[in-house]
C-alpha cells in the first residue's frame, strides 16, 4: 500500500512538473507606434504580442502567403485564437504591406519559413 502511495505521488510530481516549469509570458516594452505605420498596425500589434514580441514579426519578411501559413500554424499548434473575416484580412493586409520579402542576405541566417 505504501509503494503505490509513492508511486502515486511521483507519478503526480512528474505530470505537474512541465505545467509548474512554463513560464508566464510578460509583454515587452514595445508600443504597436514603434512599428511601420499602415491600417491594420495595431490589430496585428495585438493579435500578434498576446504570446510573444512584436519584434519577433517584425523580423519576419514573407509573402502573404507564408504570412497566412504562419498564422494557421500558430492556430493549430500554439491554440491561438483564430482570426478569422475582417479581423484575418486586416492583419494580413498588414503584414504583407508593412513586412514583405527582404533580398536573401548573403552567407547570413536565412529565414527557414520563407522558402
Not at 517584425?58 to 499548434?77: F, H, K
Request: glycine share 6%.
Amino acid at each position: 500500500m505504501m509503494l503505490r502511495l509513492t508511486c502515486l505521488a511521483v507519478a503526480g510530481l512528474l505530470c505537474s512538473a512541465p505545467a509548474a516549469a512554463q513560464t508566464t509570458f510578460t509583454p515587452r516594452d514595445e508600443s504597436p507606434e514603434e512599428f511601420a505605420a499602415g491600417p491594420g498596425r495595431d490589430e496585428a500589434f495585438y493579435a500578434c504580442t498576446a504570446c510573444h514580441g512584436f519584434k519577433l514579426v517584425a523580423q519576419q519578411g514573407l509573402t502573404r502567403a507564408q504570412w497566412e501559413d504562419s498564422i494557421n500554424l500558430m492556430v493549430r499548434r500554439h491554440n491561438m485564437p483564430p482570426l478569422e473575416g475582417k479581423d484575418r484580412e486586416t492583419v494580413l493586409n498588414y503584414l504583407e504591406a508593412a513586412y514583405p520579402p527582404r533580398a536573401p542576405a548573403r552567407g547570413g541566417w536565412q529565414n527557414p519559413f520563407a522558402k
